[in-house]
């Protein structure tokens, strides 16, 4: 099996603190995303929601799974092997994975405005093939994502091209940040320091969409 | 020259407007002040029957609308509704 991330112990913890906040955020948007929809029953802002739902559900995976291998290792007297231990690991990322991809089609899918469900299906049954069915998980896994995510940051930008307001602006800079941070994870197969990279511009990425779900209902 | 407007707000416009009319309104007043064609009017009305914002209700002299408490709701968050909206491009 090929690595998936070269993580900096004295890391460890701050990314798990960072998992959870992105699976904050991201679950407010849902849950906003629902409210809309419960007071205008469009579809869109259900399968926005249910989008948002499963990041949420995947950054909530992710940290679970961390902060289990964390107690294991903190733990005076381990009850997994370390075999047990890489392969939970392991697994932990690949449901992360999986349900961030399905998040980010599903996204792609809302703005696309597309009724036909078959296109959704394709489109995710082929980016979870290729996940499923890679050598290397973990970096086919940020290509995808940065394509998804290079695809709704057109939307975006088109918004900010539409609007143009300070509050188009600053939902595009936080997918503009999200997108970089994918591309930075690209390298984080190989070099530690970019997987630190890559969280800090996740961290900003969410912060700026917090800012935005602020301003909404304020 | 106006922009056109989106499902959301034509939506909010036509509850407006029967909200201005004492919640009880004919078709005839929808169509002159909502500004959509008969056509138009009519599946917006259809949608919004759907949805339960607003009740038809038949009487000899013919049929009359009036919003709902979801209809109100709407009118109500509508602020929130668009800065939604036009935060995340869902329109």
Known sequence: ??????????????????????????????????????????????????????????????????????????????????????????????????????????????????????????????????????????????????????????????????????KSLLVFIAFLSLLVSHIIFIFSTSQYVYYVAGHIFELIAYMLILARLYLIIK | MNRKRNKLEIIRDILQVINSKNNKIKPTHILYKSNLSHQMMEEYLKELITKEFIIETRLKTGKTYSITEKGHEYLKKYSLIAEFTESFGLE
């Open chain 1, 1 to 166: 099996m090929a690595s998936l991330y070269y993580i900096p112990n004295w890391f460890f913890t701050t990314s798990i603190i960072f998992e959870i906040i992105f699976a904050v955020v991201t679950g407010l948007v849902a849950i906003l995303s629902f409210k809309v929809y419960n007071l205008c029953k469009q579809r869109e802002f259900q399968l926005f929601g249910l989008g948002f739902t499963f990041i949420s559900l995947s950054y909530i995976i992710w940290s679970l799974i961390n902060l289990f291998l964390l107690d294991q290792l903190n733990e005076a007297l381990k009850v997994l092997s370390f075999n047990e231990f890489v392969s939970l690991g392991a697994l932990g990322i690949y449901f992360y994975m999986l349900l961030f991809i399905v998040g980010l089609v599903t996204l792609n899918y809302t703005t696309l405005k597309e009724k036909n469900k078959s296109i959704y299906i394709i489109i995710l049954l082929t980016s979870l093939v290729a996940i499923i069915t890679s050598f290397n998980k973990g970096f086919t896994f940020q290509i995808l994502s940065s394509i998804l995510l290079a695809f709704l940051l057109i939307h975006f930008a088109n918004q900010v091209k539409r609007n143009k307001n300070a």
